[in-house]
């Protein structure tokens, strides 16, 4: 089955700095991304996602990066600001399953 | 929430007793699902559903059983508690139109089990 490794599992930055998670993939099927944020005592919220006939895609001051050869995709998030503070998810899914496999999450710590 | 409601949203109960938690829906959405979220394990799926009385087993299921006898409705039981099902337990949907993959989550339940 799927196996999707997030890296870091706690980043810390200063508002204004920019944020990036890592996530890697092991199934090559696999061919959607979802990116999910979830606030304390909230569920996970999609905030962008990506599929794999596609390289980048941008929200504002949210991007996702697919390398398909390399299996692996990453969520940037330039000029963070305190609200960015939660906890972040990527998945994988694909292949003719529509069951995403989780991450295990990044706490995304914004100072002010 | 697209829609989607838990309840109860905390519960607290002891070991050996039985605890049903409910997802409801209001878009009659046909795929539903339960996970789990334990710190370090992330989301892990437990049972989904592709249907009315149609239902099948994820990552964790041993201790779990569902039920879905209408759209809107998708329950998870835990017919004998164990303290290791303390967790928080997140019902999602997927609307799966153009064959999309996804998901969309209620905002979970907190069961303590003592």
Not at chain 2, 43 to 72: A, C, F, N, Q, W
Not at chain 2, 81 to 93: G, N, R
């Amino acid at each position: 089955g799927e196996n999707v490794e997030q890296h870091p599992s706690t980043l810390s930055v200063q508002e204004g700095d920019s944020a990036v998670i890592k996530c890697t993939y092991s199934d090559s099927a696999s061919n959607y991304f979802p990116w999910y944020k979830q606030e304390l005592g909230k569920g996970p919220q999609l905030i962008i996602d990506i599929r794999s006939n596609v390289g980048e895609k941008k929200d504002q001051r949210i991007a996702v990066t697919l390398n398909k050869t390399a299996k692996h995709f990453s969520l940037h998030i330039t000029e963070t600001q305190p609200e960015d503070s939660a906890v972040y998810f990527c998945a994988a899914s694909g292949g003719g399953s529509y069951i995403p496999t989780f991450g295990r999450g990044t706490s995304l710590i914004v100072h002010p | 929430d697209a829609g989607i409601t838990q309840s109860p949203r905390h519960k607290v109960t002891e070991t050996g007793t039985p605890v049903t938690l409910r997802c409801h829906q209001t878009e009659n959405h046909r795929y539903m699902y339960w996970y789990r979220q334990d710190p370090g394990h992330g989301l892990r799926l437990i049972h989904y559903s592709y249907g009315v009385k149609d239902t099948d087993k994820g990552e964790v299921s041993d201790g779990y059983s569902v039920s879905r006898s209408k759209t809107e409705d998708f329950l998870l039981t835990l017919e004998s508690a164990t303290s290791s099902q303390t967790s928080v337990y997140f019902c999602a949907i997927r609307p799966g139109d153009r064959g999309t993959d996804t998901q969309y989550f209620g905002p979970g339940t907190r069961l303590t089990v003592l």
